[in-house]
Every structure is written in C-alpha cells, then in structure tokens.
C-alpha cells in the first residue's frame, strides 16, 4: 500500500500564498505523474497542476501564472506553490499520485486525505 499525506493548508488573505506539500511513503516502486486537484463545495473535483515523470507540467486556465508545482524526486514529494491566492481558490486541495508497487506490472492511483485551503479577509 502506498500513503499519501498532504500538509500547508489553511486560512490565508485574498492575494496572499500558501505553499502546499504532498510526501508518498510506503510500497514504491516508482512514481509517475504527481498532481494536486480541489474541491470546492457544491462543485466537482477538477484538476489544478499535474507534473509528469518527464518534468513536463500541466495547469488549469484558472491557477496559470499564480501556482507551481515542482517535486523532489529523491524524497517522494510534490509541492504547490500558491500566490495570489483568490477567494475562488477556496476548497479542499487533495494530492494525487500514480504509483507502481514492486512486483507489480501496472501503475495505480492513489489519493491524499486532503487539506482545507481558505481564501478569505
């Protein structure tokens, strides 16, 4: 089993950052894609950056230019960099990362538990 645990969330200013930290522990083979989604209540689940094991990075229209993402590969760890963050922004961030587990010929997909970003004066 591999864990995901996310830390940096909570309470910020419109226009302030918050910097977000996702570490994968457990049975790893290797790590793919590592990736940050949200969820703001009432809404689905959507996408904000994803960062592939080419280094190449996706973001959503709505984050480009104000987030990051970046990872550290030798400690299994993808971060978020917010800054001008926006009350739209407010919503549960969850990590998520696509892992292959020794012995294991396929990758699978595994979930934080999530951490409250609020966006608010």
């Known amino acids: 089993q591999v864990q995901l645990v996310e830390s940096g969330g909570g309470l910020v200013q419109p226009g302030g950052s918050l910097r977000l930290s996702c570490t994968a522990s457990g049975s790893i083979f290797r790590i793919y894609a590592m990736g940050w989604y949200r969820q703001a209540p009432g809404k689905q689940r959507e996408l904000v950056a994803v960062s592939t094991t080419g280094d190449s990075t996706n973001y959503a229209d709505s984050v480009k230019g104000r987030f990051t993402i970046s990872r550290d590969n030798a400690k299994n760890t993808v971060y978020l960099q917010m800054n001008s963050l926006k009350p739209e922004d407010t919503a549960v961030y969850y990590c998520?990362?696509?892992?292959?587990?020794?012995?294991?010929?396929?990758?699978?997909?595994?979930w934080g538990q999530g951490t409250q970003v609020t966006v608010s004066s």
């Open positions: 998520n990362a696509n892992v292959r587990e020794p012995g294991r010929m396929f990758q699978n997909k595994y």
